[in-house]
């Protein structure tokens, strides 16, 4: 999840930023393209194009797939309001999303390469422990959605009354933990990390998604969570723009 273009790498043959000399003869390769772009007016595109994502906007491009999920879980909440019965697939999607992407995943990432050098320079710690046990209450909420889930049906009061209870708690803990690192523990990477380990840190982002997802991660997921956004007829974003008072 690299490319400001999604498809920016596939342009040039070998553009991997595995090692220093496959990055450099991008770098090249761009110089080139954005040199002919002073004759040709296209070159700053495609500079543009090959721009770096920074672990922060990584990572807030990541919240992004978790607001939508938290969305979904608040069409299950409207749903169990008005007494509407919920199909345990969607559920199981949307949860599932939660459990491999943001947990097994974006979670990850945190726990491995930011909490750390947070708690070695001595910088929000406090902040640090706190979004830590929240990762691993997420983990037991979401593993209890998932045992929901997997029934055939969500039809007694009591699971109901339990699905309701986990989404809400889900909800309410995660809008202000992904907030606080949005605006406080995100933006303070750059004081606490070396230019350099800043881009490192890039790189290392990178590698661990293809490992797990390989090419396109990101945009799978957004795809997946669309899917269900279209299932349960929530997708339409201007159904959620006010009627112009008359
Ligand atoms: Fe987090
Ligand atoms: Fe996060």
Redesign the pocket.
Known sequence: MKNAGNHAGAHYPGSSRRNFIEHSFKITVVSGIAGMGLLTGCGHKAAAEEEEISPPEDLMREHGILNRVLLVYDHFLAMLASNQDIPPQPVMDAAGIIHTFIEAYH?KQ?EDFLFPRFEKAGKLTDLVQV?RL??EQGRIITGQLLALARQPRISTDNDKLKLHDLLSAFIRMYRP??AR?DTVLFPALRSIVSKHEFDSLGEDFEKREHQLFGEGGFEEFVDKVAGIEQQLGIYDLAQFTPKPAH
């Open positions: 979670e945190e979004l929240q990762h933990h992904e690192e």
